[in-house]
């Protein structure tokens, strides 16, 4: 079974830019469709982006699409954020599943999750 690890958040200003890794261990996320999924304060679980195994598929939610862009590689995957905007501040998590072909906006289809990465960003 695959452990997954966030890291890269932190606080920047609106507009600035953040790139978050999630790095695999037990496996190579290479076999895995990813997602990145977020939470912010008071509000529900959120889908941001999604990536298939093979890599040449992605999705995104519409509130970040044109700013942020997901990719994985052998070892990690990493969502790069640009345009950072206050309503982006959320705790990010990375998941991942063997099952799953192509990218999904579904949380439930994910069967590994990582711990999360803080994102603040400051208006």
């Known amino acids: 079974q695959v452990q997954l690890v966030e890291s890269g958040g932190g606080l920047v200003q609106a507009g600035g830019s953040l790139r978050l890794s999630c790095a695999a261990f037990?496996?190579?996320?290479?076999?895995?469709?990813a997602g990145w999924f977020r939470r912010a304060p008071g509000k529900e679980r959120e889908f941001v982006a999604a990536?298939?195994?093979?890599?040449?598929s992605t999705l995104y939610a519409d509130s970040v699409k044109g700013r942020f862009t997901i990719s994985k590689d052998e070892s990690a995957v990493y969502l790069q954020m640009n345009s950072l905007k206050f309503e982006d501040t959320a705790v990010y998590y990375c998941?991942?599943?063997?099952?799953?072909?192509?990218?999904?906006?579904?949380?439930?289809?994910?069967?590994?999750w990582g711990r999360g990465t803080q994102v603040t960003v400051s208006s």
């Open positions: 037990g496996r190579a996320v290479s076999m895995y469709a």
């Open positions: 998941a991942a599943d063997l099952a799953i072909t192509n990218p999904s906006a579904l949380a439930h289809e994910y069967d590994v």
């Open positions: 990536i298939s195994w093979t890599g040449d």
